[in-house]
Nanobody, 125 residues
Framework: QVQLVESGGGLVQAGGSLRLSCAAS????????MGWFRQAPGKEREFVSG????????SYADSVKGRSTISRDNAKKTVYLQMNSLKFEDTAVYYC??????????????????WGKGTLVTVSP
């Protein structure tokens, strides 16, 4: 069993930055591909970014590529998402996910094993 707790969301002006964190419980954190998804009001949840278990490989949605960096610290059982140059359209609830599959399938609709409860990011115009 893995529990995921996100933090770091909040209100920020367009052009600003935020760093989201996701703290995990459980002994096998490093064996999971970790990712961030988001859901804006009235829209479906979408993939944002993912990182392989060892942290060697990353993946980003086109909408955040070049503006965001995902990283993980397996010793601390934490995954991060640094978001820069935030836009109004980045406003959403951001969810952390743990996945026993590959990074490739995470980004194309794989079924996540565990989800956090989400953290709200609001970007003011």
């Amino acid at each position: 069993q893995v529990q995921l707790v996100e933090s770091g969301g909040g209100l920020v002006q367009a052009g600003g930055s935020l760093r989201l964190s996701c703290a995990a419980s459980g002994r096998t954190f490093s064996s999971y591909t970790m990712g961030w998804f988001r859901q804006a009001p009235g829209k479906e949840r979408e993939f944002v970014s993912g990182i392989s278990g060892g942290g060697d490989f990353t993946s980003y949605a086109d909408s955040v590529k070049g503006r965001s960096t995902i990283s993980r610290d397996n010793a601390k059982k934490t995954v991060y998402l640094q978001m820069n140059s935030l836009k109004f359209e980045d406003t959403a609830v951001y969810y952390c996910a743990a996945y026993s599959g590959s990074l490739r399938t995470m980004s194309v609709g794989g079924s996540m094993d565990y989800w956090g409860k989400g953290t709200l990011v609001t970007v003011s115009p």
